[in-house]
């Protein structure tokens, strides 16, 4: 039984594969016109790892993505979010 559910599971992996997308750049833009910077000193971490967040080149942590949720005042919904991948 545990094979068949590890089977369906990949399955699934493999169908509905998804991409985390953002719209921090925007929301940045939507605050003032923040820097990278200044955003990443409000959260702590470095100027390009927000770029790398914006770029879809780095995935947040769960904690990180809850700061700058709080930092804009939103859900981490409002800013991160799932898109189906294109194959």
Do not use: W
């Amino acid at each position: 039984m545990e094979m068949i559910s590890t089977l369906v599971g990949i399955r699934l992996l493999i169908t509905f594969r998804m991409e985390l997308v953002n719209n921090l750049r925007s929301m940045r833009f939507n605050k003032n016109q923040i820097t990278q910077e200044e955003l990443a000193v409000k959260v702590n971490v470095s100027r390009q790892t927000i770029h790398a967040i914006e770029t879809g080149k780095f995935n947040p942590s769960v904690k990180l993505a809850l700061h700058i949720a709080d930092f804009f005042e939103c859900r981490v919904e409002d800013i991160f979010y799932l898109k189906k991948e294109d194959k």
